[in-house]
C-alpha cells in the first residue's frame, strides 16, 4: 500500500523558514519523480515543485529561489526547504508520487504565515 506522511508543517512569521518532510512507503521510491503541492483555503490545488529519480528539480516561478525540494532515496523520504516565507504561501501543503495530480498523495501539513 502507497503511504505518504508529511510533516514539518506550522506558524512562521513572514520571513521565516520551514521545512516540510514526506515518508513514503510502499513503492520503490527511488523509481519515481515526486511532487510537492500547496491548496489555500478556497482556492484549488497549486503545483510547487517537483523533483524527478535523477535529482533534477522543477518549481512553480513564484517559489523559485526561496523553496528548495529534495530527496533522500536511503531514507524514502522528500523534503522541501521553505525560506523567506510569505502570507502568500498560506495553504495546506502535500506531497504526490509523480505529477500534481496522482491519486497518490498525503493528507498533507498546514503551513501558516502570519505576523
Known amino acids: 500500500e502507497v503511504q505518504l506522511v508529511e510533516s514539518g508543517g506550522g506558524v512562521v512569521q513572514p520571513g521565516g523558514s520551514l521545512r516540510l518532510s514526506c515518508a513514503a512507503s510502499?513503492?520503490?521510491?527511488?523509481?519515481?519523480?515526486m511532487t510537492w503541492v500547496r491548496q489555500a483555503p478556497g482556492k484549488g490545488p497549486e503545483w510547487v515543485s517537483s523533483?524527478?529519480?535523477?535529482?533534477?528539480?522543477f518549481y512553480t516561478d513564484s517559489v523559485k529561489g526561496r523553496f528548495t525540494i529534495s530527496r533522500d532515496n536511503a531514507k524514502n523520504t522528500l523534503y522541501l526547504q521553505m525560506n523567506s516565507l510569505k502570507p502568500d504561501d498560506t495553504a495546506l501543503y502535500y506531497c504526490?508520487?509523480?505529477?500534481?495530480?496522482?491519486?497518490?498523495r498525503g493528507q498533507g501539513t498546514q503551513v501558516t504565515v502570519s505576523s
Open positions: 510502499g513503492f520503490a521510491f527511488n523509481s519515481y519523480s
Open positions: 523533483i524527478i529519480h535523477d535529482g533534477t528539480t
Open positions: 504526490a508520487r509523480g505529477s500534481w495530480n496522482s491519486e497518490y
